[in-house]
């Protein structure tokens, strides 16, 4: 099909009919942009309803441009989170280093976002819900490309047959088992696992971050707002990726309250409040790296396909930008063409912020004594030096305008 047949198909056909696996970021995003282009989307989120936790993230560089073109810039500035200052301390819980946080984080005053998730996934959702057909509690059963679409099960019972599949489920994506195979071949640990919660704030903290470190541990908690609510959370060093814990929220418990097992601060009332913690968020610090994003007519979208780690700060905005760039690339071609524009326009831009992890993260988290030293002498410097500027990784795609619209 060439692309002009692809532009008067949309006005003379019926309109390709995809299905996007996962309702968070990258999801609700694509399938904002597939709907400005024509497609009728159908999103299947294996949770009940839209998934509200989390620790606050950040949305920087390009990925700004992609959320005003949606519409939603106004509503994520006022959700953006005015963290005033963060205070990192020692083993014995003295004071280190108390900073200005953009000299630390990345990220560029006044311009940069940091919201809640759930702020974010809310103002995406409502973006597309009178247009987009939600099934939640449901996930893929099966897929399958023989034929000439993609026939789904699902595990609800259902059977359909959609144009195209996408893997918008994250870090350990079905979809992409689906089709290449088990996670363990495109994971890359970088040696950390981490859990994140929400507690009651007792400790009078408002608007800012405190960060206790000992080697190869860091325990933070983060107020958000001047609320009653703060969130925790713990990163320890861990050479091996846990995968018997992933879906075992007892097994991951278990693991951090022993890691942390006697540590000082507040460590102690943190484990307990974990034990209780209805939103608990455990994961291993790591990447996603895939030679492709695609086979066949289904492809692979944010965390599910470049997930870049939270120690770039990256992965909500290269979520983002990857939904605008792949339902870009298919608005007016096919799906070989299509994917095969998505690659070539995107994957330099993923490449140099999944690098960024070399340039700073890690070095928040040291592992021995000496490193954590040297790190905080680094933080007392900062003291006096002024923001960092952007990083240019941020901001490295100029976005292109696609068409046809509907
Ligand atoms: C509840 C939650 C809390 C999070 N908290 C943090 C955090 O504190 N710190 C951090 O660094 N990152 C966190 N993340 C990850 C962060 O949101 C992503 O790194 C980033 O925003 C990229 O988004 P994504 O849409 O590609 O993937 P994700 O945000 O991971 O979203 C994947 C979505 O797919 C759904 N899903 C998974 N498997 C299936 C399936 N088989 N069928 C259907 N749906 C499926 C999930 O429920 C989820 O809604 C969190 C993610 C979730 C879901």
Known sequence: MTRA?????????????????????????????????GFAVTVVEKAGALRDGGYPIDVRGTALEVVRRMGILPRLRDAHIDLRRMTFLDGDGS?????????????????????????????????????????????????????????????????????????ADGVHSRTREFLFGPEGQFHRHLGYCFAVFTMRNT??????TVMWNAPGRAAALYA????????AFLNFAHPEPP????????????????????????????????RDADDLFFDAVSQIRMPRW????????????????FLTGQGTSLALVGA???????????????????????????TVNQEQVGEGGATLFPTTARALEQRNNMLRELRV????????????????EFGPMT
């Open 385 to 400: 030096m002024p923001s960092a500027e952007a990083r240019p990784a941020h901001s490295a795609l100029t976005l292109p």
């Open 294 to 309: 695609s086979s066949g007519r289904v492809a692979l979208v944010g965390d599910a396909a470049y997930a870049p780690s």
């Open 95 to 167: 004071e280190v280093a108390s900073l200005r946080p953009h000299t630390v984080t990345g990220a560029v005053a006044g311009r940069d976002l940091e919201v809640r998730r759930g702020d974010l996934t809310g103002a995406l959702f409502e973006a597309v819900r009178d247009d987009v057909e939600f099934l939640f509690d449901d996930s893929i059963d099966t897929l399958d490309q023989s034929g000439h679409g993609v026939d789904v099960t699902f595990r609800g019972g259902g059977r359909r047959t959609f144009d195209m599949v996408f893997g």
């Open 224 to 231: 958000v707002g001047d609320d009653d609510e703060v969130h």
């Open 243 to 274: 995968f018997d814990a992933f879906r075992n929220p007892e097994a991951q418990r278990d693991l951090v309250a022993s890691v942390f097992a006697d540590a000082g601060w507040e460590v102690p009332a943190m484990l307990a409040a974990m």
């Open 324 to 350: 605008y760039m792949l339902a870009g690339s298919l608005a007016d071609r096919d799906h070989t063409a299509g994917f095969a524009a998505y690659e070539h326009s995107t994957r330099e831009f993923v």
């Open 203 to 208: 400790f009078g903290l408002s608007r800012e």
């Open 5 to 37: 047949d692809l532009l008067t198909d949309t006005r003379t056909t019926p309109r390709r009919k995809v299905l996007i696996s996962g309702a968070s970021v990258a999801g609700p995003a694509l399938a904002f942009w597939l709907n400005r282009y």
